[in-house]
């Protein structure tokens, strides 16, 4: 399985968890105790296949995905805090511990949504190139440090991701700079300024040293 593959099993395990807490949540809630008894022992296989895939591709997601912004910690953070939580919570009905519960995972998942879209108007957003005077390589490296380093990582060879490896690209200038307005794949399209998007393609080529 590629990377994105990874992506969107966790994304779906994560939305069927929360629905699934929100129902238990709503039961809970509700007293009906029996509904949810009944409704805990049918989805208990379920529940521990869907959790443990949920964390195994989070974890994966962790290790082989972009570097963590602050946001993203809180959300792991908010996952795990939840846990021990939901657990207390629901074996003993205590229905303050269990909202709590569902409403850190449903935070989390708007953390997420958050950081998502913070990261989609960054990726659009001009780099101050100011220092850079000129100098296209100059320009490239602030450009690259500040865009691009997620993924590729300082030597260009990090493949965090999905992402390929710079040192080792035989495209083109034109077709590096069409990836790079247009995104491929798991990579969002960097609508740079001309003297930007030249300065990052001539940064890469000193990757490749
Ligand atoms: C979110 C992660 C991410 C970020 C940030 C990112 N890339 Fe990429 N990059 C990728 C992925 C994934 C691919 C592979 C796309 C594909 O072929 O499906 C890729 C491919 C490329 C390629 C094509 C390489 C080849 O040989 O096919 C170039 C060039 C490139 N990126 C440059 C950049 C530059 C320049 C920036 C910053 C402006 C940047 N990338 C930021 C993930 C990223």
Redo the contacts with the bound molecule.
């Keep these: 399985m590629d990377?994105?593959s990874i992506v969107l099993a966790h994304r779906v395990l994560v939305t069927a968890f929360l629905l699934h807490y929100v129902w238990k949540t709503f039961l809970l809630v509700g007293n009906k105790k029996e509904t949810l008894a009944a409704y805990t022992a049918k989805t208990r296989i379920a529940e521990m296949v869907v959790s443990l895939f949920f964390l195994l591709t989070g974890f994966y997601l962790i290790y082989a995905g972009?570097a963590l912004s602050t946001l993203q910690w809180i959300k792991i953070a908010m996952v795990f805090a939840s846990i021990p939580i939901a657990i207390i919570g629901f074996k003993r009905g205590i229905k303050p511990m269990a909202i709590v519960a569902v409403l850190l995972i449903v935070g989390a998942y708007g953390l997420a949504e958050m950081n998502k879209a913070k990261?989609k108007k960054m990726?659009k957003a001009p780099v101050d190139t100011s220092t850079a005077a000129g100098d296209p390589v100059a320009i490239g490296k602030e450009?690259?440090t500040?865009?691009?380093?997620?993924?590729?990582g300082d030597a260009g060879d990090a493949g965090?991701?999905?992402?390929?490896?710079?040192k080792?690209?035989?495209?083109t200038d034109d077709?590096?700079k069409d990836?790079?307005l247009h995104g491929?794949?798991?990579?969002?399209a960097?609508p740079?300024p001309d003297d930007q998007l030249n300065g990052?393609?001539a940064?890469?080529k000193t990757l490749k040293q």
């Design positions: 990377y994105h972009p990261y990726d450009v690259y500040a865009k691009c380093v997620a993924c590729h965090l991701g999905g992402a390929k490896n710079l080792l690209t035989t495209l077709q590096q990836i790079i491929k794949g798991g990579m969002s960097f740079l990052v393609v940064y890469i």
